[in-house]
């Protein structure tokens, strides 16, 4: 039985991430990367699929957890009748070594609690159960083909069912260590770290890091765990950052709607810089800056709307039939095919990112100006084609405004950098493309007779996307255009106080079935309820989106507000980039809202 996305907390090392249950399970692991196979899939079937758990053995334990302060270091706090005890989580930083290190603390607190550990690692998405034997130290290691890895604790363990089982009592002062080591197979097996050594570096890495932090507004304590969140996306050797640590996780419960967001996206480009340099975060800012520039050289027709972690093209899609899927929603893919969709927006987030970065004192990468150049001569007949859109519709290529909007944003900043930092270049020409743009979209992009900008020209449907159009400058907030679209909106696409993308029913997406609320659309509509002056209006949506975070500040992609649970990859980056900016938007300091022009 799938438990709740709401109940699992994220663990990481800046490399992978982990999953953690309030039962104290491990259900979702992928080692030693972020897109690497999981050898704990639970989250995606059951205990079968392998997965780690430590918990009281009374089955009617109560458990509360937190993070310890601005840190990614979990403690789960169990209560039973004998007494009470706490599990702490976390994963060591890797500084460059070749070995990734989970680490499971249990600590004795009130009189006596009887635990139990089961470990049941399954290599290759829960589909091979790994070879485990004991060493003469103790150590055990389960191995098959390249994977392995090495279970070390004072706690006495065996065998049962092919799981690593252990029960043990744990008296109040008491401190239990259990490390799981991953390591290549190839390689000789690894050193086990001294765990409260680990313990302290760990907190002192996340605590120096959060104190960096720039927001010191009324909804600190959010947009610390947004950006501790974020931190944990990025994969540190390359700064690229994933849109969320894994797959499948549903968009409809029993839907077909389940995606691998293990990848990086150019959409969320200059959400992701402005959120790190707006907080005082720019080595992060520049890192992204970097991968995004080694990801998308060479020729601009071959731009993707995503890469990997590492800049890699391709993510071809697979299916994984042997996996149940989360509460049975199938099919279970690995890999994201829209790698090789069209979308015409991307070219907007790459200009409009090496812009911000110009406009904030960061060093583009060497070529930048190059490369910005070609990108901009191929999209000056691109910009014309339809395309997949930002929300990679499978029912075929359309005239999307947002695409267009992008399109014209990526003239636009192309002009600014040329005027602002001497980038090189047929100015003229890249004006009169912004300016035919523009126009285009405001005649065949607004339908007079529904007051408001629609998805795709010809197309009577909404799309909330277009509210991005006074955030990144196309039209002031205040635009009759954009009031009465904003109020469309807000009537059709509206659920319970939060907004659908667009109508899933109405829209030709090539997916069948219905979606959650799409949270990042709700905050932009909170960025255009400020920019138009409604604050009132725009902090009760604000707390109510605050309010759909779990106990331990963690978004999702999507909420579903019939059943009042979270739906979608999780933790979502995009979500956490939006609660991000919507803060800075209130606090005046700019967020991803832009100076807007007059039309």
Same mark, same amino acid.
């Given at each position: 039985?799938?438990?709740?996305?709401?109940?699992?907390? @994220?663990?990481? $090392?800046?490399?992978?991430?982990?999953?953690?249950?309030?039962?104290?399970?491990?259900?979702?692991?992928? &080692?030693?990367?972020?897109?690497?196979?999981?050898?704990?899939?639970?989250?995606?079937?059951?205990?079968?699929?392998?997965? &780690?758990?430590?918990?009281?053995?009374?089955?009617?334990?109560?458990?509360?957890?937190?993070?310890?302060?601005?840190?990614?270091?979990?403690?789960?706090?169990?209560?039973?009748?004998?007494?009470?005890?706490?599990?702490?989580?976390?994963?060591?930083?890797?500084?460059?070594?070749?070995?990734?290190?989970?680490?499971?603390?249990?600590?004795?607190?009130?009189?006596?609690?009887?635990?139990?550990?089961?470990?049941?690692?399954?290599?290759?998405?829960?589909?091979?159960?790994?070879?485990?034997?004991?060493?003469?130290?103790?150590?055990?290691?389960?191995?098959?083909?390249?994977?392995?890895?090495?279970?070390?604790?004072?706690?006495?363990?065996?065998?049962?069912?092919?799981?690593?089982?252990?029960?043990?009592?744990?008296?109040?002062?008491?401190?239990?260590?259990?490390?799981?080591?991953?390591?290549?197979?190839?390689?000789?097996?690894?050193?086990?770290?001294?765990?409260?050594?680990?313990?302290?570096?760990?907190?002192?890495?996340?605590?120096?890091?959060?104190?960096?932090?720039? !927001?010191?507004?009324?909804?600190?304590?959010?947009?610390?765990?947004?950006?501790?969140?974020?931190?944990?996306?990025? !994969?540190?050797?390359?700064?690229?950052?994933?849109?969320?640590?894994?797959?499948?996780?549903?968009?409809?419960?029993?839907?077909?709607?389940?995606?691998?967001?293990?990848?990086?996206?150019?959409?969320?480009?200059?959400?992701?810089?402005?959120?790190?340099?707006?907080?005082?975060?720019?080595?992060?800012?520049?890192?992204?800056?970097? &991968? @995004?520039?080694?990801?998308?050289?060479?020729?601009?027709?071959?731009?993707?709307?995503?890469?990997?972690?590492?800049?890699?093209?391709?993510?071809?899609?697979?299916?994984?039939?042997?996996?149940?899927?989360?509460?049975?929603?199938?099919?279970?893919?690995?890999?994201?095919?829209?790698?090789?969709?069209?979308?015409?927006?991307?070219?907007?987030?790459?200009?409009?990112?090496?812009?911000?970065?110009?406009?904030?004192?960061?060093?583009?990468?060497?070529?930048?100006? $190059?490369?910005?150049?070609?990108?901009?001569?191929?999209?000056?007949?691109?910009?014309?084609?339809?395309?997949?859109?930002?929300?990679?519709?499978?029912?075929?290529?359309?005239?999307?405004?947002?695409?267009?909007?992008?399109?014209?944003?990526?003239?636009?900043?192309?002009?600014?950098?040329?005027?602002?930092?001497?980038?090189?270049?047929?100015?003229?020409?890249?004006?009169?493309?912004? $300016?035919?743009?523009?126009?285009?979209?405001?005649?065949?992009?607004?339908?007079?007779?529904?007051?408001?900008?629609?998805?795709?020209?010809?197309?009577?449907?909404?799309?909330?996307?277009?509210? @991005?159009?006074?955030?990144?400058?196309?039209?002031?907030?205040? $635009?009759?255009?954009?009031?009465?679209?904003?109020?469309?909106?807000?009537?059709?696409?509206?659920?319970?106080? @939060?907004?659908?993308?667009?109508?899933?029913?109405?829209?030709?997406?090539?997916?069948?079935?219905?979606?959650?609320?799409?949270?990042?659309?709700?905050?932009?509509?909170?960025?255009?309820?400020?920019?138009?002056?409604?604050?009132?209006?725009?902090?009760?949506?604000?707390?109510?989106?605050?309010?759909?975070?779990?106990?331990?500040?963690?978004?999702?992609?999507?909420?579903?507000?019939?059943?009042?649970?979270?739906?979608?990859?999780?933790?979502?980056?995009?979500?956490?980039?939006?609660?991000?900016?919507?803060?800075?938007?209130?606090?005046?300091?700019?967020?991803?809202?832009?100076?807007?022009?007059?039309?």
């Amino acid at each position: 039985m799938s438990r709740p996305i709401e109940d699992y907390a @994220l663990i990481g $090392d800046c490399e992978t991430a982990a999953l953690v249950a309030n039962d104290g399970s491990i259900d979702w692991l992928c &080692w030693p990367r972020f897109d690497s196979p999981a050898c704990l899939a639970a989250l995606l079937g059951d205990e079968r699929h392998g997965r &780690w758990r430590i918990a009281p053995r009374d089955a009617r334990a109560r458990s509360r957890r937190r993070y310890l302060g601005d840190t990614l270091v979990l403690e789960t706090e169990f209560e039973t009748a004998e007494g009470s005890v706490a599990i702490i989580d976390f994963m060591s930083i890797r500084n460059a070594r070749p070995v990734s290190e989970l680490v499971r603390l249990v600590v004795g607190r009130r009189g006596r609690v009887g635990m139990r550990m089961d470990l049941a690692l399954r290599f290759d998405y829960g589909r091979i159960v790994p070879w485990v034997t004991r060493a003469d130290d103790g150590l055990l290691r389960a191995e098959a083909g390249p994977c392995s890895a090495t279970l070390s604790s004072p706690v006495s363990t065996h065998a049962d069912d092919h799981a690593t089982v252990a029960e043990f009592d744990v008296e109040a002062g008491q401190r239990l260590p259990f490390v799981l080591v991953h390591k290549a197979s190839h390689l000789p097996p690894p050193d086990i770290p001294d765990v409260e050594r680990a313990l302290r570096d760990t907190c002192g890495f996340w605590t120096g890091w959060s104190a960096r932090s720039d !927001y010191t507004g009324p909804w600190q304590d959010a947009v610390r765990r947004s950006l501790i969140t974020v931190k944990a996306l990025t !994969y540190h050797p390359t700064g690229g950052i994933v849109a969320a640590p894994t797959t499948s996780l549903p968009e409809r419960i029993g839907g077909p709607r389940n995606w691998d967001y293990r990848y990086c996206w150019l959409r969320d480009a200059t959400f992701t810089l402005l959120s790190l340099i707006n907080a005082g975060h720019r080595e992060e800012a520049e890192a992204w800056c970097g &991968w @995004l520039m080694r990801s998308v050289a060479g020729v601009a027709a071959q731009t993707q709307p995503l890469y990997a972690i590492d800049g890699g093209h391709r993510t071809d899609e697979v299916e994984l039939d042997h996996l149940p899927g989360y509460a049975g929603s199938r099919p279970v893919r690995i890999g994201n095919g829209a790698y090789g969709q069209l979308q015409l927006d991307v070219f907007g987030s790459i200009v409009d990112t090496f812009h911000e970065a110009s406009a904030n004192g960061l060093t583009l990468p060497a070529g930048a100006h $190059d490369f910005l150049r070609d990108l901009l001569a191929h999209l000056e007949t691109a910009w014309r084609q339809e395309d997949e859109g930002i929300w990679e519709v499978r029912g075929g290529r359309r005239h999307f405004v947002h695409s267009r909007l992008m399109c014209w944003v990526a003239f636009d900043r192309a002009v600014r950098l040329a005027h602002e930092f001497g980038l090189d270049g047929p100015v003229e020409r890249w004006a009169r493309a912004r $300016d035919a743009i523009h126009a285009e979209v405001l005649e065949r992009g607004y339908d007079e007779a529904r007051g408001a900008f629609v998805q795709a020209y010809g197309s009577s449907d909404l799309d909330a996307a277009v509210l @991005l159009m006074p955030i990144l400058g196309f039209l002031p907030a205040n $635009d009759p255009r954009m009031l009465s679209t904003t109020r469309v909106i807000e009537r059709e696409l509206m659920r319970d106080g @939060l907004l659908l993308r667009y109508d899933p029913e109405a829209a030709s997406d090539g997916v069948d079935g219905e979606e959650g609320a799409f949270l990042a659309c709700s905050f932009w509509l909170a960025d255009n309820m400020i920019l138009q002056g409604r604050d009132d209006d725009a902090r009760e949506l604000y707390d109510r989106l605050l309010s759909l975070r779990n106990d331990v500040g963690l978004l999702a992609e999507q909420y579903d507000t019939r059943n009042r649970r979270l739906l979608g990859n999780f933790p979502q980056a995009f979500s956490h980039f939006a609660l991000i900016d919507t803060a800075f938007n209130f606090a005046g300091r700019r967020g991803a809202a832009r100076e807007a022009r007059q039309a």
